[in-house]
Nanobody
Framework: QVQLVESGGGLVQAGGSLRLSCVASGRTFNNYGMGWFHQAPGKEREFVAG????????YYPDSVKGRFTISRDNNKNTLYLQMNSLKPEDTGVYYC?????????????????WGQGTQVTVSS
């Protein structure tokens, strides 16, 4: 069992930056591929970043490539998402998720554990 707790959300102006964190407790953190998902109001959860268990490979959809950076510190059991050049359409709840495999997938159904989410609001 893995528990995930996100933090770092808030209100920011368009063009600004935020850094989200996700602390994991439970079993060995580096055994899990990790992802960040974004859910805008009234929309489905969408993949915005993923990172392999070792942290050696990261994946992004085109919508955030060059603006978002995912990283992890396996010694601290912590996942990060650095978000730069934020846009109003980035508004929503951000969830971190863990899957019981080392690799990354973009489908939310591939993930076994979820945090409670942290709200990000980007004003225009």
């Amino acid at each position: 069992q893995v528990q995930l707790v996100e933090s770092g959300g808030g209100l920011v102006q368009a063009g600004g930056s935020l850094r989200l964190s996700c602390v994991a407790s439970g079993r060995t953190f580096n055994n899990y591929g990790m992802g960040w998902f974004h859910q805008a109001p009234g929309k489905e959860r969408e993949f915005v970043a993923g990172i392999t268990g070792s942290g050696g490979n990261a994946y992004y959809p085109d919508s955030v490539k060059g603006r978002f950076t995912i990283s992890r510190d396996n010694n601290k059991n912590t996942l990060y998402l650095q978000m730069n050049s934020l846009k109003p359409e980035d508004t929503g709840v951000y969830y971190c998720a863990a899957r019981s495999r080392l690799g990354v997938r973009s489908q939310s159904s591939e993930y076994d554990y979820w945090g409670q989410g942290t709200q990000v609001t980007v004003s225009s």
